[in-house]
């Protein structure tokens, strides 16, 4: 079965600084890969998601992602985070016939002000 | 972009009795709604995909009986915990399924059972 593994469960960080989330998957077919974020309080909101094509995607509220295909790994970043960016973040993969959607654990990210 | 809503948003019942729990897609129609179930500070376990007009689909390990799923129309989705127990305090978040793989994810509703 497939996985999603996010090495950092929490992260603090200052306003200002980069960020770089990490999420690596066990499936060795086509993928699908996600990230979603929960801020405080609200529901899972679709940051950005990887089908096909350039494998550097931009999402909303200046996210970015990388896909490599060779390192099964599917990272997250932001050059300068806010405040507004403390939320918890998942990472999500489905396989490209598939439709039931693997979460990784997610990573709690403070920002401080 | 598309909503879900679930209700009610937070319940707290008395262990043995019934709870049920709604999902809409306000303003689309889905075909395929899931259902998950998050644990204070884990991830999203899938428990069951609902799909309209027929029987759930359940994850292994996700009891039937317990957690009964009906899709009657396209636009709502109800999970019902029968015979709750305190180890059944969660919370729960249904998805629905608008395009092929983008879910949109419903605000979740957190069940207490004392």
């Known amino acids: 079965a497939q996985s999603v593994s996010q090495h950092n469960h929490h992260v603090i960080l200052s306003e200002a600084a980069s960020l770089e989330l990490g999420c690596n998957y066990s499936?060795?077919?086509?993928?699908?890969l996600f990230w979603y974020v929960q801020y405080p309080g609200q529901h899972l909101q679709l940051l950005l998601k990887?089908?096909?094509?350039?494998?550097l995607v931009k999402g909303i509220k200046g996210f970015e992602a990388e896909f490599i295909k060779s390192k099964f790994s599917f990272n997250l970043r932001k050059p300068s985070v806010q405040w507004s960016d403390t939320a918890e973040y998942f990472c999500?993969?489905?396989?490209?016939?598939?439709?039931?959607?693997?979460f990784g654990g997610g990573t709690r990210v403070l920002v401080k002000p | 972009g598309a909503v879900v809503s679930q209700h009610p948003s937070w319940v707290i019942c008395k262990s043995g009795t019934s709870v049920k729990i709604e999902c809409r897609s306000l303003?689309?129609?889905?075909?395929?709604m899931f259902w998950y179930r998050q644990f204070p500070k884990q991830s999203l376990m899938l428990m069951a995909t609902?799909?309209?007009?027929?029987?759930?689909?359940?994850e292994q390990g996700v009891e039937k009986d317990k957690f009964l799923i009906n899709h009657a129309s396209l636009t709502l989705s109800t999970l019902t915990v029968t015979s709750a127990h305190p180890e059944d305090s969660s919370f729960y978040i249904c998805?629905?399924?608008?395009?092929?793989?983008?879910?949109?994810f419903g605000p979740g509703t957190r069940l207490t059972v004392t």
């Open positions: 998805s629905a399924r608008e395009s092929l793989y983008e879910q949109y």
């Open positions: 499936y060795g077919g086509t993928v699908n």
């Open positions: 990887y089908f096909s094509g350039d494998p």
């Open positions: 999500a993969v489905v396989k490209a016939a598939g439709n039931k959607l693997t």
């Open positions: 303003d689309f129609q889905a075909t395929t």
């Open positions: 609902s799909n309209e007009g027929s029987k759930a689909t359940y």
